[in-house]
Every structure is written in C-alpha cells, then in structure tokens.
Nanobody, 124 residues
C-alpha cells in the first residue's frame, strides 16, 4: 500500500516536496516511480529510483529541477520539486515495483502497486 502526501497549491518558481510511504510490507520494492497526469492528458513518467542503489532516473521535462530520493530504513520515497511551473500542475502518483522483472523504469507496466495520487497545482 502506497500513500502519497505533500501536494497542494504553490506559486510558480517555488518548491514542493512529495512523500510516498510504503506501508504494510515487510520487504522493500525493487524500484519506485513517480508519474503524473494533467487534466485531459495521459499519465506520464516523472522520475524513478532503484531502491537498492538509489540511482535515480528523470524525465527530460523535470531533469535538473526534481530530485527523487528514498529512506530505505523508513520505506519512504521523496520527490523534491524545485522551480515549479504551471506546466507541472497534475495529479502525482507514486508506484512501486515488487516483482523486479523489468528495468524499464519509465513504463507504467513495470509497477504493480500504485498510490491514490496527490494533486499539485502551480499558479502563475
């Protein structure tokens, strides 16, 4: 079970930090990802992290602005979002891969557990 938090309304140029708690599990995922879906658009990949190594991967649209990190001991993932723009407005979803059968971290099919989403709204 994944629970996101930290969404809300923020002005353009400011920062926001999202959290995703992995609860009710005694083992860690192979990878975690963040995806987002803006109104009228398909869900898109934002960032992913290999749980064991901590190596992160980013969509070009957020590279250099977003940072994905995780606390292995607490099973929590964080998405630090800086220099936000209205184009970042979307519902953000965290996802976890407990199967470890794919390294396509940018693909939704890689992930078998999803959170309920948290809304991020960036005003201009």
């Amino acid at each position: 079970q994944l629970v996101e938090s930290g969404g809300g309304l923020v002005q353009a140029g400011n920062s926001m930090n999202l959290s995703c708690v992995v609860s009710k599990t005694t083992y860690s995922p192979y990878a975690m990802g963040w995806f987002r879906q803006a109104p009228g658009k398909e869900r898109e990949f934002v960032a992913a992290v290999s749980w064991s190594s901590g190596h992160a991967f980013y969509a070009d649209s957020v590279k250099g602005r977003f940072t994905f990190s995780r606390d292995k001991a607490k099973n929590v993932a964080f998405l630090q979002m800086n220099t936000l723009s209205p184009e970042d407005t979307a519902a953000y979803y965290c996802a976890a891969d407990y199967r470890g059968m794919s390294v396509e971290f940018g693909e939704e099919a890689t992930y078998d557990h999803w959170g309920q989403g948290t809304q991020v709204t960036v005003s201009s």
